[in-house]
C-alpha cells in the first residue's frame, strides 16, 4: 500500500457491481483492512452500458457491505456516485478535507484511466492503487505511462477472484455472486437472461 503522512486514510472504490460479486468482496474486505475508511458506491460508467439500474446496483452493493467483517470501516456513500471521477474525487474531499485519499482501481482500467475526463486533475489529487485482476494482466507499458502520470502501487491481495460482473451477465452462471446477492437479483427479477442470448 502506499504509505501516506500521518493524516486520515481514506479509500475510494466506484464500481459499476452489475452486479457485486466476490471479488468486489475481497477488494473491499482488502481495503478495511489497510485504510482507516473506505468509501465505495456504485456509479455509472461512461465506457460501459449498464444492465441493472443504478438504485438496484447500490442497493446490493449496500448488502454487501453489511456481510463483511469490517463493520465502521466499509462503508456505501451514494452521495459520491457520479459518471465523472475528479466530480467524485471532489464530493470526497469535501467530506474528508484532511484526509489522504487513494482510489482503487482493478488492473483492467490500468490502460483507460490516462483517457478518463480530466484525468490530470485526478492524478494531482489521488494516489491510485491498482488491484491485480484474473484475465486482465498489467499492460508493463500502460503502467509505465500512469506511472509517470500518478502516484500508482499494485495491491497485494491474499486471493484474488476469477470473476467479473460480465461473464454473470453473458453466461447466466451465478458462481462467484454471493448468496445475498443472488437472494436479491432473485427477488427483483434482474438479469432475466444472458445479455448476448
Not at 97 to 109: H, K, W
Request: glycine share 4%.
Amino acid at each position: 500500500m502506499i504509505q501516506a503522512s500521518k493524516s486520515r486514510t481514506v479509500a475510494l472504490f466506484g464500481t459499476s457491481a452489475d452486479p457485486p460479486h466476490s471479488g468486489h468482496r475481497g477488494v473491499l474486505t482488502w481495503l478495511g483492512h489497510h485504510f482507516d475508511q473506505v468509501a465505495v458506491w456504485a456509479s455509472d460508467n461512461p465506457f460501459k452500458t449498464h444492465q441493472a439500474s443504478l438504485a438496484d446496483r447500490m442497493a446490493m452493493l449496500q448488502l454487501l457491505v453489511d456481510s463483511l467483517q469490517t463493520p465502521g470501516v466499509v462503508q456505501l456513500y451514494p452521495a459520491l456516485s457520479h459518471r465523472y471521477t475528479v466530480v467524485t474525487i471532489a464530493r470526497a474531499q469535501q467530506r474528508w478535507p484532511e484526509a489522504a485519499l487513494t482510489l482503487a482501481v482493478g488492473a483492467d482500467l490500468v490502460g483507460q484511466l490516462p483517457q478518463w475526463y480530466r484525468a490530470e486533475a485526478i492524478f494531482e489529487q489521488v494516489k491510485i492503487l491498482v488491484f491485480p485482476r484474473p484475465g486482465y494482466p498489467v499492460n508493463e507499458a500502460d503502467l509505465l505511462k500512469l506511472k509517470q502520470q500518478a502516484k500508482v502501487a499494485i495491491a497485494h491481495p491474499p486471493q484474488q477472484y476469477d470473476v467479473s460482473s460480465t461473464e454473470f451477465r453473458q453466461a447466466d452462471s451465478d458462481q462467484g455472486i454471493p448468496p445475498v446477492i443472488q437472494q436479491y437479483i432473485d427477488q427483483h427479477q434482474l438479469y432475466p437472461c444472458p445479455e448476448n442470448s
